[in-house]
């Protein structure tokens, strides 16, 4: 162990002088090479952080069947997820169920992203093309084209918002549904007046409230199904 001791000492009292003469770099804490590699390091950060949310939302969707809902969009594969985590995300952030929305979406344009009424309504979630508009500004960005509304992230992004604002305004889901299909100043009138009153809220109200019970009862029996399926089978004996 002495010999192998006396070596290093040796070797080190070479190496050392020869060694000093190539110390690595390292650039300083305000040098331009540090400030690009914390903005690399920085914008990495963010890209997994959106990478992780977009994976918990397109679980959910999977999980509340809206992944299987969009497929009547035909849209391409991509948009398709795109539009299931798009209703996820936008639901959540306006306080409403996501099933609420694919009910609606059900309802007003059966998925045919490039649906237009009668009046102009446009999109998956059929908004007025001035409501659009309104909605845009509200949020803090200009809506440029009408047929921007064709966009279904924005659509749905527009149209949730405008829902979430009517129950707010309304009070139910089922008085909200009528200003959605009328208009707010339309669905006064109408909500004013019993009869009236009572006559449309048995029809669009009630369609996409039935709906929507329909979808939440498909998704609790496909949970229970996979539940049951995760439970281990008994053997004989």
């Known amino acids: ?25 390292f650039p300083g804490e305000k040098s331009p090479e540090m400030v690009e590699l914390r903005a690399r390091l920085a914008e990495r950060a963010v890209q997994l952080e959106q990478m992780e949310e977009e994976a918990a939302l397109y679980a959910e969707a999977e999980v509340l069947g809206i992944t299987t809902a969009v497929q009547a969009s035909q849209l391409p594969e991509r948009q398709q997820r795109r539009l299931a985590m798009a209703i996820v995300r936008e639901a959540r952030a306006n306080g409403l169920d996501p099933l609420l929305v694919v009910a609606v979406i059900h309802c007003e344009s059966s ?14 979630m059929q908004v007025m093309p001035d409501t659009g508009s309104y909605l845009a500004d509200k949020a803090g960005f200009k809506l440029q084209r009408h047929s921007n509304l064709f966009d279904s992230e924005l659509n749905i992004e527009l149209g949730t918002a405008y829902l979430a604002n009517l129950i707010e305004r309304f009070g139910t889901p089922e008085r909200a549904l009528v200003a959605y299909n009328a208009g707010p100043t339309q669905a006064r009138k109408i909500l004013a007046q019993s009869g009236t009153r009572e006559r449309f809220l048995a029809g669009y109200p009630a369609k996409v409230m039935r709906e929507f019970r329909n979808l939440k009862t498909q998704r609790s029996r496909e949970l229970t199904r996979r539940e049951a399926q995760k439970k281990p089978v008994n053997g004989p004996g």
């Not at 192998?4 to 003469?21: D, F």
């Open 111 to 124: 998925f045919n992203n490039y649906a237009v009424s009668g009046v102009g309504a446009m999109g998956l």
């Open 1 to 25: 162990m002495k010999g192998w001791a006396a070596a290093l000492v040796v070797v080190g009292s070479m190496v050392g002088p020869v060694a000093g003469a190539f110390q690595p770099y």
